[in-house]
């Protein structure tokens, strides 16, 4: 899959999600240095009732020990929301569908 493929599906995402009355914030980052500091600022900044973590970053097995820190920054950071896995772009309404 592309990178204008994933993008597309997320702005999809999000636009389908703001259709629907969610507030919805993506939250793009590396898989490296600085994901952990990028995604602790957005949950810093704003209170969130669900959280995902996109299959770009939790399917990959180089990014097993990524998955596994950002796991802990939302445990962290967001106690109290929900986390949601898509599988791919156009899944991720359903996705944040199961928890609502």
């Excluded at 959280?51 to 770009?56: E, K, L, T, V, Y």
Aim: glycine share 8%; net charge negative; proline share 4%.
């Amino acid at each position: 899959m592309s990178a204008e493929k994933v993008m597309a599906g997320l702005t999809a995402a999000v636009e389908g999600m703001k259709t629907l009355g969610y507030d919805a914030h993506p939250c793009l980052s590396d898989f490296g240095q600085t994901a952990e500091a990028v995604v602790t600022a957005q949950l810093q900044r704003l209170q969130f009732d669900y959280i995902m973590i996109g299959a770009g970053i939790r399917t990959a097995p180089g990014n097993f020990i990524l998955f596994e820190k950002l796991i802990n920054v939302v445990h962290e950071h967001a106690p109290r929301a929900k986390i949601c896995f898509n599988t791919k772009p156009s899944d991720t309404l359903e996705a944040l569908q199961r928890w609502t």
